[in-house]
């Protein structure tokens, strides 16, 4: 059983930056693939980015690409996203999740196995 927890969200204004951490309760955390989702409200989860094993294999939707970055510390168990020149668009709830396996660029929600609660990131005009 994997356990995530996400935090780090929060309001920000146009133009800024958050880094959203996920902290993953596993004793085999190098044998998943990770990636971040948002959802807005009455709008289908979206996925952001998601990163291999090794941490050299990173993907990204077009429309976060150069601004935001996935990454991993093995040694500690966690998964990060760094979010920068933020926009209003970015405003949603972010889940960190987690798949069963060594991938890359695995991006439906259907590939992952295992998710956390979410933590909400406002972005103010």
């Known amino acids: 059983q994997v356990e995530l927890a996400e935090s780090g969200g929060g309001l920000v204004q146009d133009g800024g930056s958050l880094t959203l951490s996920c902290a993953v309760s596993t004793r085999t955390f190098t044998t998943y693939t990770y990636g971040w989702f948002r959802e807005v409200p009455g709008r289908d989860l979206e996925f952001v980015a998601s990163i291999n094993w090794r941490g050299d294999g990173t993907y990204y939707i077009d429309s976060v690409r150069g601004r935001f970055t996935i990454s991993r510390n093995n040694a500690k168990n966690m998964v990060y996203l760094q979010m920068n020149l933020l926009t209003p668009e970015d405003t949603a709830v972010y889940f960190c999740?987690?798949?069963?396996?060594?991938?890359?660029?695995?991006?439906?929600?259907?590939?992952?196995?295992?998710w956390g609660q979410g933590t909400q990131v406002t972005v103010s005009s």
């Open positions: 999740a987690a798949a069963i396996g060594w991938y890359s660029g695995i991006r439906t929600r259907w590939e992952y196995d295992y």
